[in-house]
């Protein structure tokens, strides 16, 4: 049981590159989360997925996009890379939706370091 | 914007000691969660308090929250080096996407 695995674990890309962030989850989870965290600004929301064949945007989603693969991927792509992207990205899962209602806990990946020059 | 604010920023305390961080809020909550980080790796989930909780206890772990004041705190009793690490609180303001919103974080340093 892998848990949430993400790849490539660092990237240095030059302005105006792109790339995709790739994530996965073996347990089954409904929903899948796109964070950056930045130094003192904790975690942002960027973009999620509550479920198979849905995303919606977070708090940060300008620059980004994603594409829900099927419910165990789940991928970030950056089009055109800028030096404001130079961040850490988590990628996260949570359980699927309950009766009890309410966020259950995420689980994370051990995130990508990402540079931008 | 950042829903959660953990006070203080840092901590510092000697092996053995109890660590005690703050969170407040600004809207109403489903539940609240605490999660650790340790440096360079991803988040662990902690604890979790729903909204209609006042304490909930997870070994060394304790959690209060007042819906009264919008606030919780996460304490570590007899705190050990290897809870040294960086410590989130995360609201779930409802709706049915099951976004958190996460504060800054407290920096612990637990001394040998």
């Known amino acids: 049981n892998a848990g949430v695995t993400q790849t490539p674990k660092f990237q240095v890309l030059k302005t105006g590159q792109s790339m995709t962030l790739q994530c996965a989850q073996d347990?089954?989870?409904?929903?899948m989360y796109w964070y950056r965290q930045d130094p003192g600004m904790g975690l942002r929301l960027i973009y999620y997925?509550?479920?198979?064949?849905?995303?919606d945007k977070g708090e940060v989603p300008n620059g980004y996009n994603v594409s829900r693969l099927n419910k165990r991927e789940f991928s970030l792509r950056l089009e055109s890379a800028a030096p404001s992207q130079t961040s850490v990205y988590f990628c996260?899962?949570?359980?699927?939706?309950?009766?009890?209602?309410?966020?259950?806990?995420?689980?994370f990946g051990p995130g990508t370091r990402l540079t931008v020059t | 914007s950042q829903q959660g604010e953990e006070d203080p920023q840092a901590l510092s305390i000697q092996e053995g000691e109890n660590a005690t961080m703050n969170c407040s809020y600004k809207?109403?909550?489903?539940?609240l969660q605490w999660y650790r980080q340790n440096s360079g790796r991803g988040l662990v989930h902690l604890i979790l308090?729903?909204?209609?909780?006042r304490e909930k206890h997870s070994g060394r772990l304790r959690v209060t929250l007042d819906t009264s004041k919008k606030s919780s705190s996460l304490l570590i009793t007899a705190s050990r080096a290897a809870d040294t690490a960086s410590y989130f609180c995360?609201?779930?303001?409802?709706?049915?996407?099951?976004?958190?919103?996460f504060g800054k974080g407290t920096l612990l340093t637990v001394n040998p």
């Open positions: 995360a609201t779930d303001s409802g709706g049915s996407n099951y976004k958190l919103t």
């Open positions: 996260a899962s949570s359980f699927p939706h309950g009766l009890a209602g309410g966020s259950y806990e995420q689980y």
């Open positions: 809207t109403s909550i489903n539940n």
């Open positions: 347990m089954n989870h409904n929903s």
């Open positions: 308090i729903r909204s209609n909780e």
């Open positions: 997925s509550a479920s198979e064949g849905t995303t």
